[in-house]
């Protein structure tokens, strides 16, 4: 079954350091790839997404990810994170055409001041 | 451009009832997509509607069944509810021949 892996459940991280969120998925076919963010108590945002071109995009708030086709991986960084970057955060994979977004069990980023 | 929106935003039942919420679609969007989303978990796919017919449906029960108006709002719908279909219930629009799926702020279900 196609799945998408998400190698941390939870990543403690300092104010202004870097972070970065891994994300791998199971098949090599085309993909389309995307990280939303979800608030305490709120929906998912749609944070960056990869359709096709340049493997690096950028995202709002500072994120961005790039796509290695090789390693089927798509992380999710930022160079210096805020307390207000603290949420979960899931990498989603749609796997062909007009299939649902299949979800990775998500990344719960907590910023320390 | 209005956004996705959901209805209500909280809800309690207890076992064995049934249960309608509701989600309009963004502007222009003609395909809405349902997901569960368990405590601790990622979202799971429900079933998806385009032209108000099902175009697609996870690993769901028959009890789990939806409608599409022709406005493109939808409902879902959850009969003989259980205490395991405690979750948030996300709904998400888009246009059926694009990737992009825009997401509401969901119903959060409680089952006692």
């Known amino acids: 079954a196609q799945s998408v892996t998400q190698l941390d459940s939870q990543v403690p991280v300092f104010e202004e350091a870097p972070v970065e969120l891994r994300c791998n998925y199971s098949?090599?076919?085309?993909?389309?790839l995307f990280w939303y963010v979800q608030y305490p108590n709120q929906g998912l945002q749609l944070l960056l997404k990869?359709?096709?071109?340049?493997?690096l995009v950028k995202g709002i708030n500072g994120f961005e990810a790039e796509f290695n086709k090789s390693q089927t991986s798509f992380h999710l960084r930022k160079p210096s994170v805020h307390i207000s970057d603290t949420a979960e955060y899931f990498c989603?994979?749609?796997?062909?055409?007009?299939?649902?977004?299949?979800f990775g069990k998500g990344t719960r980023l907590s910023v320390i001041a | 451009e209005t956004g996705v929106t959901q209805s209500p935003t909280h809800l309690i039942k207890t076992r064995g009832q049934q249960v309608t919420l509701r989600c309009s679609s963004q502007?222009?969007?003609?395909?809405v997509s349902w997901y569960q989303q368990a405590l601790g978990q990622g979202p799971q796919f429900i079933f998806q509607?385009?032209?108000?017919?099902?175009?697609g449906r996870g690993n769901f029960p028959p009890r789990f069944s939806g409608l599409q108006f022709p406005n493109y709002s939808s409902e879902l719908n959850v009969n003989a509810l259980e205490l395991d279909d405690s979750a948030l219930y996300l709904c998400?629009?888009?246009?059926?021949?694009?990737?992009?799926?825009?997401f509401g702020p969901g119903t959060r279900l409680l089952v006692l």
């Open positions: 998400a629009s888009s246009f059926f021949d694009q990737e992009t799926q825009y």
């Open positions: 990869y359709l096709s071109g340049s493997t």
């Open positions: 098949s090599s076919v085309s993909v389309y």
């Open positions: 989603a994979v749609r796997f062909s055409g007009n299939t649902p977004l299949v």
């Open positions: 509607y385009y032209r108000e017919e099902e175009n």
């Open positions: 502007s222009g969007h003609n395909t």
